[in-house]
């Protein structure tokens, strides 16, 4: 089994950390900070124009600098029937 990492900022400190990937949709990134009993989980939504994605985890800011876009197309890419399932036909 695969186990998706991708790499978030602190804003506060401006620290550049790994951190695995439990959701991941257009709309909403679910990631876990840390390992075991002391792991917590966060989710990141977009921001207002949807350049980054932003949540909150103990009252620091983490960023994934990202594009709702570019999450798209990487969802797209790594399944493509999952694309053909959500086209509309008349």
Do not use: W
């Not at 800011?61 to 509309?88: C, G, T, W």
């Amino acid at each position: 089994m695969h186990t998706e990492k991708i790499t978030v900022s602190n804003t506060e400190s401006g620290q550049s950390m790994e951190v695995v990937v439990l959701k991941k949709q257009a709309n909403l990134i679910s990631i876990v900070i840390g390992e075991g009993v002391h792991s917590v989980q966060c989710d990141l939504t977009p921001t207002k124009y949807g350049n980054s994605y932003a949540g909150s985890v103990m009252g620091r800011e983490m960023i994934y600098m990202h594009s709702v876009k570019d999450v798209q197309a990487e969802l797209n890419h790594d399944n493509p029937a999952l694309k053909k399932s959500r086209s509309f036909k008349k």
